[in-house]
């Protein structure tokens, strides 16, 4: 999806309050090669949104990249929150660290290197299934529908999923395109506009932005 130039232009400047490290941390992703996999500004206005209305001190991520949406997260904690940032890359989020460390957020991060799945995994079988407030996927689409699983069995009921690029600039509402990526987000969107265990609403934020509940 894209947002009209005037219309990003005046969000980025009245539509959320991002701060100076946020915008310098996006800034510097934007220059980067795979600089447009990162959340957009008025995603990570969201994210922070939620986990301040929901009281939020335990969170998750999926898919971290240079760390821009986890400041945004980390610095709406409170004190003694803790977000579980999970990304197969030292390279990328080793930017992110940077800016974590300057924002005094370091140590509300535990970022864990390895297949988001795996950590996930193991935090059901450690007995954390039902004790988190809050989660944010935007990782490998086709992954989408698992983390998307071991998600819900990880959050209390009441708590939140996130999950990024559910439009897919469009592509999931044009059924002549079946790649692996918009298939799985077609599917999951499908799946969790009919799934009785959440309420739900997909919002034409960013690249999409399907809001789930735990019931």
């Not at 890359?89 to 940077?98: K, L, P």
Request: hydrophobic share 45%; glycine share 12%.
């Amino acid at each position: 999806m894209g947002t009209d130039p005037v219309i990003e232009k005046y969000l980025l400047a009245v539509g959320g309050r991002e701060t100076d490290l946020q915008r310098r941390l996006r800034e510097e992703t934007m220059r980067l090669p795979r600089g447009r996999m990162q959340a957009g500004p008025e995603t990570a206005q969201i994210l922070a949104f939620l986990v301040r209305l929901l009281g939020a001190r335990n969170c998750l991520e999926i898919g971290t990249f240079t760390g821009f949406s986890a400041l945004a997260v980390a610095q709406a904690l409170p004190a003694g929150g803790r977000l579980i940032a999970c990304d197969v890359s030292e390279e990328w989020t080793a930017i992110g660290r940077r800016y974590w460390q300057e924002a005094g957020v370091a140590d509300r991060i535990d970022l864990r290197i390895g297949p988001g799945s795996a950590t996930l995994h193991r935090l059901i079988a450690e007995g954390r299934a039902g004790q988190f407030d809050f989660a944010f996927i935007d990782a490998d689409k086709t992954g989408y529908d698992g983390y998307y699983e071991d998600c819900l069995t990880l959050l209390r009921p009441g708590g939140v999923i996130a999950l990024d690029n559910m439009l897919w600039s469009g592509a999931v509402a044009d059924p002549a395109i079946n790649d692996a990526d918009t298939v799985a987000l077609r599917t999951l969107n499908a799946k969790i506009h009919g799934d009785p265990r959440v309420d739900m609403c997909l919002l034409p934020i960013g690249d999409g932005v399907n809001l789930v509940r735990k019931i």
